[in-house]
């Protein structure tokens, strides 16, 4: 049984005030049972979200984390520091790194395994763009972002990886991918994890990512493969978020 994940990617947004908000709705809430709910503010949020969720169910999550625990990386956080401020949760090759700043595969395998080494649970996101998707290459270009992020891992390691799908052309475009191509995809990484193994395959979270939202939550979670989302817009509104959580219930 995969506990369902919600997590709120704010992206470069929010501020002491809408932390501030989040800790007072969700001190009072009533979430489903058994659900785990994730907040990843920016790094200058961390803090001040630590102590705003103490009485809430809400984890911690962070954007993004270099691969180094310490070092001459000047505007760099390394996963160590990430640990002081009670996260849980990293975010690892979101598209937008992926795209703006060039991340590579490599990276995110470096940055993954940074992210094991010091106990984060990492969220690997990948998805194909809009042009990959036409060409009919979506199953390639996801299957080899996992596979790179992956591959190399002790199964061990690769039972503590959440993976986001998240198509690029659905990720903040309001354009969602209908839960049936939503559910394709899931299910073709389950059963690629599968040809490792496949009890860890059963154990694997997916999560999908790209312009969920409160209306169409309820029909994306529903899908067999789809264990939570990634919620980037709607996650900056308490009531939006509020009720994507109560649709993973
Ligand atoms: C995201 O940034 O991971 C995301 C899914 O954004 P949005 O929900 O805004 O599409």
């Known amino acids: 049984m995969r506990t369902p994940l919600i997590a709120g990617n704010w992206k470069m947004n929010g501020s002491t005030a809408l932390i ?3 800790g007072d709705t969700f001190a009072t809430a009533t979430l489903p049972a058994n659900i785990d709910v994730v907040v990843i503010p920016p790094f200058p949020y961390l803090d001040a979200a630590r102590h705003a969720f103490q009485n809430t169910p809400l984890q911690l999550g962070a954007q993004t984390l270099n ?36 991340e590579t595969d490599a990276q995110v395998f470096n940055r993954l395994v940074a992210a094991l080494d010091v106990g984060l649970t990492p969220i690997l996101c990948v998805g194909e763009t809009l042009e990959e998707r036409d060409a009919g290459r979506t199953m390639d270009v996801v299957l080899r972002q996992v ?8 199964p061990v390691q690769r039972l503590q990886i959440v993976i986001a799908y998240e198509p690029v052309w659905a990720i903040g ?6 839960p049936k191509q939503a559910q394709e995809v899931m299910a073709g990484i389950r059963s690629y994890q599968a040809g490792f193994d496949v009890s860890l395959a059963e ?17 994306l979670l529903a899908q067999p493969d789809i264990d939570g989302g990634l919620v980037g ?11 994507i959580c109560q649709s993973a219930g």
């Open 203 to 219: 154990q694997l979270k997916l999560l999908y990512g790209g312009s969920m939202n409160a209306s169409n939550a309820a029909e």
């Open 147 to 154: 596979g790179h992020a992956m591959a190399r891992l002790e």
């Open 20 to 22: 501030n908000a989040f």
């Open 173 to 178: 475009t309001g354009r969602t991918a209908t």
């Open 233 to 243: 817009g709607a996650s900056l509104k308490t009531d939006d978020f509020y009720a």
């Open 67 to 102: 691969p180094q625990h310490s070092g001459a990386h000047t505007g760099e956080i390394s996963g160590r520091m990430l640990k002081e401020f009670d996260v849980t949760y990293v975010l690892v090759g979101h598209s937008e790194r992926r795209q703006l700043y060039q």
